[in-house]
């Protein structure tokens, strides 16, 4: 089970951090990703990192904003998203999985999904 938090209303190039906590009978052993999905639009890749934190990958439309990292002994997994615009506005949703490295930005990838929290950015 996912759990997703830290969404909410902030302002052209304010920052959030979300968080997605990961619980159940697990080995820990799983990427964990994010993925948006703004209104009418398809739900897209955002942020991975693997068990360890060794591997990350972002989008190109966030990199250089946004941070993925991961706490391996709580299961938790976070997204820093600075220098936030408008066009980041959508519902965010973690997931895991255990996709290779060339996959990680692959929605079918991923096998568990939380329920997603909305990030708000006004101009």
């Known amino acids: 089970q996912l759990q997703a938090s830290g969404g909410g209303l902030v302002q052209t190039g304010g920052s959030l951090r979300l968080s997605c906590a990961a619980s159940?009978?697990?080995?820990?052993?799983?990427?964990m990703a994010w993925f948006r999905q703004a209104p009418g639009k398809e739900r897209e890749f955002v942020a991975a990192?693997?068990?360890?934190?060794?591997?990350?990958c972002l989008a190109n439309s966030v990199k250089g904003r946004f941070t993925v990292s991961r706490d391996k002994a709580r299961y938790t997994n976070y997204l820093q998203m600075d220098n936030l615009s408008p066009e980041d506005t959508a519902i965010y949703y973690c997931?895991?999985?255990?996709?290779?490295?060339?996959?990680?930005?692959?929605?079918?990838?991923?096998?568990?999904w939380g329920q997603g929290t909305q990030v708000t950015v006004s101009s």
């Open positions: 997931a895991a999985g255990r996709p290779i490295l060339s996959s990680f930005g692959m929605r079918s990838a991923y096998n568990y």
């Open positions: 159940g009978r697990t080995d820990g052993r799983f990427v």
């Open positions: 990192i693997n068990w360890n934190g060794g591997a990350t």
